[in-house]
């Protein structure tokens, strides 16, 4: 097997004393998507933050190809290629497709004395990179971000990370907003990052579209790992009961055979369950 491109071994995150993150140990190689399955409260955010250097893990280590590395801002984080893109895909719907690509890093050329905007060649390299991760309906970098789709939006941003060298590429609930046509054009997207070598790392609440893209999955339960498996060894069903539905409802039936039991067969009344 190889090396993994990132590892992480015992990871605990503690907040005062609240115990968010248990001993998450996880792994994800190139060119694989690990999907990071949680509901609400789960621990999926604060995870997110230790990977991208907003939190520091109160313990456990980090490893990238086999090397301790240690997060202390995004900054280090982002110059280890990590990348992460948010659920609205984090970008600027007054800007155009070309500025918002390469805010901070703007290409510039010469006017004069002066080095200004080169705003044709942004246009030009955010339309074609969009265009690679398979977006072909936006020829024109001037247009604004505001008159994207949600898709569009993620596609831009995801587009935006591969261009910039992302080697790990977090997508927190990148389909969560979206319709089933743009879902699937995102999820075609992942696969395109995966086939460039990226590791993907995906956290959703959908067992569909998890399942869909992942070649990995880890279930988050109240801030431990409940499961780890490859692609095949779970049925979607085992996956749902996995997360907190399958938990909530376990609890629920057995709150409902437990007043049964002490009360003659009877249901409870609605009020009670
Ligand atoms: N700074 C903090 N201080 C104390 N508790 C926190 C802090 N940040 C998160 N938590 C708690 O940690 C738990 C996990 O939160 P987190 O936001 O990571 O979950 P999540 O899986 O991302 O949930 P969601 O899908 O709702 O965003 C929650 O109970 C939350 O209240």
Do not use: W
Request: contains cysteine; charged residues 20%.
């Amino acid at each position: 097997m190889t090396t993994p491109l990132l590892k992480l071994d015992g990871i605990n995150k503690s907040f005062g004393p609240v115990d968010v993150l248990h001993d998450i140990s996880l792994e994800v190689h190139a060119g694989e998507v690990l999907c990071l399955l949680g509901d609400n409260g789960a621990g999926k955010s604060t995870l997110i933050r230790i990977l991208s250097g907003v939190h520091q893990p109160t313990r456990g280590t980090m490893m990238m190809n086999g090397q301790p590395v240690a997060f202390t801002s995004p900054r280090v984080a982002s110059d280890h290629g990590i990348s992460t893109v948010h659920q609205f895909g984090g970008t600027f719907p007054l800007m155009s497709i070309g500025r918002s690509f390469f805010v901070g890093a703007e290409p510039t050329k010469r006017f004069g004395p002066f080095e200004v905007f080169d705003r044709k060649t942004a246009n030009e390299i955010a339309v074609r990179e969009m265009r690679e991760l398979g977006i072909t309906r936006i020829d024109d970098g001037n247009r604004l971000v505001g008159g994207l789709s949600g898709g569009e939006r993620q596609a831009l941003a995801i587009a935006r990370a591969v261009h910039f060298g992302a080697s790990v590429l977090i997508l927190d609930e990148p389909t969560a907003a979206l319709g089933v046509k743009e879902a699937a054009h995102v999820l075609r997207i992942v696969l395109q990052a995966r086939k460039k070598g990226i590791a993907v790392i995906f956290i959703t609440h959908n067992v569909t579209h998890a399942m869909t893209v992942g070649d990995h999955f880890a279930v988050l339960i109240r801030g431990a790992k409940a499961a780890d498996f490859r692609k095949g060894e779970k049925t979607r069903e085992e996956i749902t009961d996995l997360m907190a539905g399958g938990e909530a409802m376990a609890e629920l039936e057995a709150e409902i055979e437990g007043y049964m039991a002490t009360h003659d067969g009877h249901p409870p009344p609605v009020a009670a369950a």
